[in-house]
């Protein structure tokens, strides 16, 4: 596929070297030589210093032959330009990083799709979303649902005195289990476990289930004695802290800590009804303790500093908070936040990540999950007529042991995935693959082309 991005910045710089690995041909624009320079001598990238607002640029750049457009430059109006100049050029498909929530409203596809954009980007609505849906849960450190909630994903961090522990797999999930363990995390090693493996404490463990079974998780994972989330503490009024609070359920009530005088104003005005903003500074223990924090069943650092977020996590567990959140755009501190026990790490760039996945993709695919805290994708695929996932029972198959597949709802009913389980045409699949495995899904889900361009 040939890719031109439009902005190396770090979501541009993160995509640039996400999709080089996967063999794409890659061009990186921006107007700025210093940020292409260390691109441009350590990875297979085509780096050109212009403004892509330039139409001579952009035809410089090939963006005649480009299968897709990615404009992620700090200005929304930019982003946008490009795109309709690209698009005008000969570009297949574009896509704009935005930061209007109406821009992201269904309403409005046609109207940007009739400019030359077909699909927008919010990562900081994405990762409010995101959070909204962990933070409820304090026992879990992920929370996904999928096809309205009717099949979920949960990631589980396993304590000593889990009755699962040191079992193998295939005692803890027999073939009538209501949940299925698709992966573990061990030792910083994401892993597609078999019957023989065991779960040992301090893995990550990924749960298949449908609602009415996370009890029986909870249950086993050792989980029963952690409380629900109803008062939430949030430092920093980031955009991603404002749309947290604004989607979380109504029975939470969030207190926002925000320093800037003028954005705590914002915040008030925006959110006030749904939460109280307090204008201080959310890492002094002081402030906290006086607000008390001791009320509070979860933590969320959300500011733009990921080593503060990091902090001031620790200190809100050492104030007795059970659940923590971190905002870390620090690829290089995510594996030190999970070594610290951070809990539920965000990171906007894997949502933009997944957001493009999903436009590369030939397949019906409904969504992907790029994980923060797994090297692993979780895709959610309609299943065509004549696809070979249909043609036989899952044993007989030959899936790649680096893809798992946990779960399909069917005629709105869900149901886990077995070797026996038979997939139909019509089926929506929810598949676990080690990152960088998505492609080995082609052949399998293909309907008459390959998933990828």
Excluded at 64 to 72: G, T
Excluded at 87 to 98: E, F, H, P
């Amino acid at each position: 596929m040939n890719i031109v991005i439009a902005g190396a910045g770090a979501v541009g710089t993160h995509l640039a070297k996400l999709l080089v690995r996967e063999k794409h041909n890659i061009t990186l624009i921006d107007p700025t030589p210093h940020r292409l320079d260390p691109l441009s001598s350590n990875f297979d990238i085509l780096t050109l210093t212009a403004s892509p607002l330039s139409v001579t640029a952009l035809r410089q750049a090939e963006v005649q032959h480009a299968d897709l457009y990615i404009a992620v430059l700090p200005d929304e109006a930019h982003n946008m330009t490009s795109c309709m100049l690209a698009k005008q050029l000969g570009a297949k498909r574009t896509v704009a990083r935005v930061d209007n929530y109406e821009y992201t409203l269904p309403d409005q596809r046609e109207v940007f799709t009739k400019a030359g954009i077909d699909s927008v980007i919010y990562p900081e609505l994405l990762a409010g979303r995101e959070i909204a849906h962990n933070v409820r849960h304090s026992w879990v450190r992920q929370w996904w649902e999928f096809q309205d909630g009717k099949l979920l994903l949960l990631g589980i961090k396993v304590r000593k005195g889990a009755t699962m522990l040191g079992k193998p797999l295939r005692e803890i999930c027999p073939p009538e289990s209501p949940f299925l363990i698709v992966a573990l995390k061990h030792d910083g090693e994401t892993l597609i476990p078999h019957g023989n493996d065991l779960v040992q404490e301090g893995d990550l463990v990924f749960f298949m289930t449908t609602p009415q079974y996370t009890g029986q998780v909870r249950s086993i994972a050792g989980k029963e004695g952690y409380p629900d989330v109803h008062n939430v503490f949030v430092m920093g009024g980031s955009d991603t802290a404002e749309h947290a609070v604004r989607l979380m359920p109504p029975d939470m009530h969030a207190k926002v800590f925000e320093m800037n005088y003028e954005r705590a104003q914002h915040l008030t005005e925006s959110i006030g009804r749904r939460a109280m903003i307090v204008n201080g500074d959310g890492r002094d223990l002081e402030l906290l303790q006086d607000e008390n924090i001791s009320s509070a069943q979860a933590f969320l650092a959300l500011t733009d500093n990921s080593e503060s977020n990091i902090l001031a996590c620790l200190a809100a567990k050492r104030l007795g908070v059970r659940k923590t959140v971190a905002m870390i755009e620090n690829s290089d501190y995510i594996s030190m936040a999970e070594s610290l026990d951070i809990g539920c790490i965000i990171n906007k760039k894997t949502f933009a990540a997944s957001h493009i996945y999903q436009m590369m993709l030939k397949a019906d695919v409904t969504s992907i999950k790029t994980l923060t805290i797994a090297a692993a994708d979780v895709v959610e695929i309609k299943v065509a007529e004549g696809t070979r996932i249909t043609r036989h029972p899952i044993k007989d198959l030959g899936l790649p042991a680096t893809v798992n597949l946990g779960g399909l709802v069917r005629d709105g009913k869900a149901q886990l995935i077995n070797g026996n389980t038979q997939v139909k045409a019509g089926d929506t699949v929810v598949a676990f693959c080690l990152q960088g495995e998505i492609k080995k899904l082609d052949r399998f889900f293909k309907p008459a082309a390959g998933l990828f361009s």
